[in-house]
């Protein structure tokens, strides 16, 4: 592994200006010290985080909302993974412009929670908590909430003083064709789920613990000099990741792997935790942002405190996630397979068959339901189940058996239509400052 190893890079690009002679240059500089910047705060202020006291309004984040594919069913929610990039001036193949929902501006929200969506605020907020040596718990989404982001909130609230969410949409982390491209955002929904979160204090006669900030950060905040297609053409600093997943991955999603790193440093900076949870269900992006909070030696938060949750499912075994949201009724009802499928493969593993047979019980179930399916109009169809090991996601070795004790990844992606589901079993012995 050490021999084939290739470390995280920060990209520093300068591009010219375009009516300049010497528009063509671009000067790339691999930064060494691009990372994690750690803000300690010199004043003492009284922390005002929790509860009805911060009662505010909020200007409703910009609905981004890009053109749907013509089948994509218009009215369904957006979906909400973990991190991403958002609009760009320059998109990517298979994702369309993003647009303004001039509606959605205009209207206002009552939160009973702070809403930072700049850096001063956001910072001040930070600087306030550390003043009070507070640690920070923080669940960066892309919005759409469900039971299984206010999973990884009560793990946070039951292990920090605080703890903050992020919303904030990423297009680019998904495939061509993908309808979960439609995003849209649902502060309101969102809003009240987060607000009805809370777990048992830990002080006798205390209220109980909720959330106490939300980071929902504008498109120019988070991005003032725009994210282009091509690196080349790109202005301002991005986060690239080399030696990580497999080629397949690369084809399928060529601007994943920056997204995701770029995307997660940014919001480290922003929020600085002591502390940041991630959910097993999307568990490629949670290793890569892993490595690169080891590679570029980040401290808040540091290596040991990126947690991965385990993934919160319901009594069928499905996996909770927003893109079920673009599920019909029908295709609701068969979608527990995709676990059954997952749960297959990982006992043939168990029983001694090697990775690509135990694999081939997984394909073998989804495409013989897909062929009973068929008739009821349901499109179901495999798009890969692999097992990978961690370090750099690469594809397990044939020969990896249970007996070895390293921890596999057996991943797993779904299409009902255009809809495109996720989902992952762990295998093997998993560390525990790894896996909660």
């Known amino acids: 592994m050490l021999a084939s190893y290739r470390p995280v890079t920060c990209r520093l690009a300068f591009g010219l200006d375009t009516k300049s002679s010497f528009s063509s240059r671009r000067t790339l500089v691999h930064a060494a010290n691009c990372g994690q910047l750690t803000t300690r705060a010199r004043e003492s202020k009284k922390l005002n985080i929790v509860g009805s006291r911060n009662a505010g309004r909020l200007a409703t984040q910009e609905s981004w909302a890009p053109r749907a594919p013509a089948s994509a069913q218009a009215n369904k929610p957006s979906v909400g993974n973990s991190l991403g990039t958002s609009p760009t001036n320059s998109v990517p193949s298979g994702a369309a412009p993003y647009t303004t929902s001039a509606e959605d501006a205009k209207s206002t929200l009552k939160s009973p929670i702070p809403v930072f969506k700049d850096l001063k605020s956001m910072r001040e907020w930070r600087r306030n908590a550390y003043a009070e040596n507070k640690t920070v718990g923080f669940v960066?989404?892309?919005?759409?909430?469900?039971?299984?982001?206010?999973?990884?909130?009560?793990?946070?609230?039951?292990?920090?003083?605080?703890?903050?969410?992020?919303?904030?949409?990423?297009?680019?982390?998904?495939?061509?064709?993908?309808?979960?491209?439609?995003?849209?955002?649902?502060?309101?929904?969102?809003?009240?789920?987060?607000?009805?979160?809370?777990?048992?204090?830990?002080?006798?006669?205390?209220?109980?613990?909720?959330?106490?900030?939300?980071?929902?950060?504008?498109?120019?905040?988070?991005?003032?000099?725009?994210?282009?297609?091509?690196?080349?053409?790109?202005?301002?600093?991005?986060?690239?990741?080399?030696?990580?997943?497999?080629?397949?991955?690369?084809?399928?999603?060529?601007?994943?792997?920056?997204?995701?790193?770029?995307?997660?440093?940014?919001?480290?900076?922003?929020?600085?935790?002591?502390?940041?949870?991630?959910?097993?269900?999307?568990?490629?992006?949670?290793?890569?942002?892993?490595?690169?909070?080891?590679?570029?030696?980040?401290?808040?938060?540091?290596?040991?405190?990126?947690?991965?949750?385990?993934?919160?499912?319901?009594?069928?075994?499905?996996?909770?996630?927003?893109?079920?949201?673009?599920?019909?009724?029908?295709?609701?009802?068969?979608?527990?397979?995709?676990?059954?499928?997952?749960?297959?493969?990982?006992?043939?593993?168990?029983?001694?068959?090697?990775?690509?047979?135990?694999?081939?019980?997984?394909?073998?179930?989804?495409?013989?339901?897909?062929?009973?399916?068929?008739?009821?109009?349901?499109?179901?169809?495999?798009?890969?189940?692999?097992?990978?090991?961690?370090?750099?996601?690469?594809?397990?070795?044939?020969n990896t058996h249970p007996n070895d004790g390293k921890p596999i990844v057996l991943s797993g992606a779904v299409w009902f239509g255009q809809t495109r589901l996720v989902d992952t079993i762990l295998l093997g012995d998993w560390p525990s400052e790894t896996l909660l």
């Open 140 to 398: 960066p989404t892309l919005g759409a909430l469900h039971d299984g982001h206010m999973s990884l909130v009560r793990y946070s609230l039951e292990r920090n003083d605080l703890t903050v969410i992020s919303i904030f949409v990423n297009p680019w982390l998904t495939p061509e064709g993908d309808v979960v491209q439609t995003y849209r955002q649902t502060p309101e929904a969102d809003l009240a789920l987060i607000s009805s979160v809370s777990v048992p204090s830990p002080n006798s006669g205390d209220p109980p613990k909720t959330v106490s900030a939300l980071f929902m950060p504008t498109f120019d905040v988070m991005y003032p000099g725009g994210v282009k297609e091509e690196l080349s053409r790109q202005t301002g600093s991005v986060v690239e990741i080399q030696g990580f997943g497999s080629p397949r991955d690369r084809e399928i999603r060529p601007h994943y792997f920056r997204g995701a790193a770029t995307q997660a440093t940014k919001l480290f900076q922003a929020v600085q935790p002591t502390a940041a949870y991630f959910g097993a269900k999307d568990i490629q992006q949670a290793l890569l942002i892993r490595r690169v909070a080891r590679d570029l030696l980040f401290g808040s938060p540091s290596l040991q405190n990126l947690q991965i949750v385990p993934t919160f499912r319901d009594s069928n075994g499905l996996a909770l996630a927003s893109r079920n949201a673009y599920l019909t009724k029908e295709e609701l009802a068969v979608a527990p397979v995709f676990y059954k499928a997952l749960k297959a493969a990982e006992a043939a593993w168990q029983a001694g068959e090697g990775r690509e047979a135990s694999v081939q019980k997984a394909i073998d179930l989804i495409e013989s339901t897909a062929r009973e399916v068929k008739d009821k109009g349901i499109d179901l169809r495999v798009d890969h189940f692999e097992m990978h090991e961690t370090d750099a996601y690469a594809v397990a070795p044939s």
